[in-house]
């Protein structure tokens, strides 16, 4: 039976719709053979400033080689040295696009995928993505800082090569502000995070957790919104990803790195969207950072945005316990 579902972290409900069945994907899935690319070595020149470059381990000074880069992005929608200044009447603001933007390219080749990169990469990946969300977060006026991996041009991705945008703004982020003003109101009645009570609550009753380790869990929220949605949070309570310790890093590159291969053989490499919810450098005991992988697997239907509600028609019971099932078959690459 259909089941209305009230999200914790929104004002909206969720339709839990299993008998709407999932219409056969017609997103494909991610191709991973394109051996060219325009953020591939060689193009250096024509990308945006380099702002960091990481060498292999041995590598001098000068030295061309590269594991990870990052440069300005050249998307041209945001102005840094605009200041941010809406003006007009009440009804009209309008203001620069003021803001900062960054391309993380992740790995020289083009084919490379963040799940089966060696482990010791992804750490150092996650540790560049704290670096570089410190610095933009620094820069004056910022109000929230987002880094995104869009993986398939279904998602939204504008290259094939592993690549993550980092933006920082001087305005709010909408589903941040929607999440935040839900563990608000749950801090005033109860003094807790209300994301740390939902992580023990779903610890205990286990349906939808996928896996877990000392410092991470990943799970699929109650309502989630889409089939197979799935959050990654830190177990001890953090609003900032930038305070993430780098003792722990090892221990999110493991689970990030688990979750996205069960779920590229459950569901057969499909598009996705990593999303990092966070604040910006900023300790809040009412907020809890978190990474959101939303893999492409239906259109949202019109019904869906008339009404402001989702209509998902997986279980986030049935999608927890096929990604736990793939994961204890499979062998996770190290
Ligand atoms: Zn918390
Ligand atoms: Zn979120």
New binding site residues.
Partial sequence: MPQFRKDP?GPAWVIISPERGLEPSDFGSVSRHDTTSPLAPGHEPHLGREIRIVRPVGASYGDSAWTMRVVESQSGLLEPDKPFAPSGPELFRQAASSGYQELIIEHPKPQAALETMPREHVIELIKLYRDRLAYVSSLPGIQHVQLTRNVGKVAGAAYNHPHAQILAVPVANR??EE?ASAADEYFKQHRCCLFCDVITAEIKARERIITQNEHFVALAPYASKTPFETWILPRQHSSGFTSIASNTVPYLADLLRSTLQAMNTALNDPPYNIIL?TFPNEDNPRYHW?I?VLPRLTRQAGFDWSSGFYVNPTPPEDAARFLKETLALQEVTL
């Fill in positions: 972290f589903w941040i999440e919810h978190h959101e």
